[in-house]
Structure formats: structure tokens, C-alpha cells
């Protein structure tokens, strides 16, 4: 089955500063690639998402790139602010399959 | 946009008791749900994938006869908790795949805090 590793398992970075986060997965056969967002006793907000056909992704501070040679992807959130502290997975799948996650990173961003 | 939905958010039970958890697709259907299970500071770990009018798929380690899946239609499927103990205290979370015109995007209900006393 698909096997996800994630790092780091926590990240303190100050106010404005860049955050990156790096998974890779086992299953070549994955092509879909989501990052959520988790706070405290709820459910995971998907904050980006990229399949196998594309290599980069992004959407204002935050962006996904995706190497399926190498089997990693990444986020990077620039521009950081103390409301992006929270809980990030990353996860990996095929349509129609569960998503295999991974352990999660513990973001704190300091004023 | 699609919405799953998830009740209760909170349950207390007495341990030894059972506890049934709903999972509903609000505005589409789906074939298949998944259910999530997960400790404080830890991650989603996959339980169970769910199908509909068939039985469900347990993940290694799971044990079926515990944790009842019933997907008896597109919109629903349960998770029943029988027997509880302590040690089944967690945050159950379930989701849905979305159809393909939405980029079969995966929703997530709000999960289900359960506590065992």
C-alpha cells in the first residue's frame, strides 16, 4: 500500500517568513496530491491540491510542486502570518481511493 | 459546493455501550465513504473504506466486528462503536469523493468527538 512520509514533524518560523513542508509517497500510482489544514478538534481544510500532470500549483501565499520522478511533493506558504499556525498533512491517493496521510506538520508562526 | 455531514460532533457513552455515528452526503451521492480515526497529536489513520449496498473494506488491524460500516444508500453510511472502551476515545471523521465534474475532490464531514467512560 501507499506509504507517505512527512517532515518535518513540527516548524516555528517568524512572522513574513517562508514555510516548507515535504512529503514523499511509495505508490507511483498515486496522482493526487492534496495538502489540508487542521486546527484543533476539526475536520481538515484542503488548502491545495495537485495531480500527476502538473508540476506546480499555486494559489496566492501558498503553493504545491510535485516532482513524480523523485515521488516527493512539497508546500510552501510565503508570507506567513500567525493565522497559518495550525496542523498540515499531506496525502496521497488514486481517484477513488482512500487518502493515505501523512503524520503532520505542527506550523507556528511567531509575530 | 458538495457538502458531507456528520453527526453526533460530541458523544459521551458508558463503556461496554454502543455508539452510532452518521455520515451524509448533502448534495451528491456517494458510492464510497471513507472512515478516519484520530488520536490527539496524531494523524488521520484510515479505518475502513465504505461501499455502498456492499460490504465494507476494513484496514489492517481494524476489527470489523467492532466497528459496524453500514452504507445502505448513496447519501448515508454509519459507523457503529459496539462495546466501547476507553481506549476507542478518538475524533472519528469520515469523507466522501466528490463526482468528477467537481475533480473528484474529497470531502471531509466535521467529525465525532467520542469519549468512553
Known amino acids: 500500500g501507499e506509504n507517505v512520509e512527512q517532515h518535518p514533524s513540527t516548524l516555528s518560523v517568524q512572522e513574513g517568513d517562508s514555510a516548507v513542508i515535504k512529503c514523499t509517497y511509495s505508490d507511483s500510482a498515486s496522482n493526487y496530491f492534496p495538502w489540508y489544514k487542521q486546527e484543533l478538534g476539526k475536520r481538515p481544510q484542503l488548502i491545495i491540491d495537485?495531480?500527476?500532470?502538473?508540476g506546480e500549483k499555486k494559489d496566492q501565499r501558498i503553493a504545491v510542486t510535485l516532482n513524480k520522478t523523485a515521488k516527493h511533493f512539497s508546500l510552501h506558504i510565503t508570507e506567513t502570518q500567525p493565522e497559518d499556525s495550525a496542523v498540515y498533512f499531506c496525502a496521497a491517493s488514486q481517484s477513488g481511493y482512500a487518502l493515505n496521510f501523512g503524520k503532520g506538520t505542527s506550523l507556528l508562526v511567531t509575530p | 459546493g458538495a457538502v458531507v455531514s456528520q453527526h453526533p460532533s460530541r458523544v459521551i457513552c458508558k463503556s461496554g455501550t454502543s455508539v452510532k455515528i452518521e455520515c451524509r452526503s448533502l448534495d451528491f451521492q456517494a458510492t464510497t465513504m471513507f472512515w478516519y480515526r484520530q488520536f490527539p497529536k496524531q494523524s488521520l489513520m484510515l479505518m475502513a473504506t465504505?461501499?455502498?449496498?456492499?460490504?465494507?473494506?476494513?484496514e489492517q488491524g481494524v476489527e470489523k466486528d467492532k466497528f459496524l460500516i453500514n452504507h445502505a444508500s448513496l447519501t448515508l453510511s454509519t459507523l457503529t462503536v459496539t462495546s466501547a472502551h476507553p481506549e476507542d476515545s478518538s475524533f472519528y471523521i469520515c469523507?466522501?469523493?466528490?463526482?468528477?465534474?467537481?475533480?473528484?475532490?474529497?470531502?471531509f464531514g466535521e467529525g465525532s468527538w467520542l469519549t468512553v467512560v
Open positions: 495537485i495531480r500527476s500532470n502538473v
Open positions: 469523507s466522501a469523493e466528490g463526482h468528477p465534474s467537481s475533480g473528484n475532490t474529497i470531502y
Open positions: 465504505s461501499n455502498e449496498g456492499s460490504k465494507a473494506t476494513y
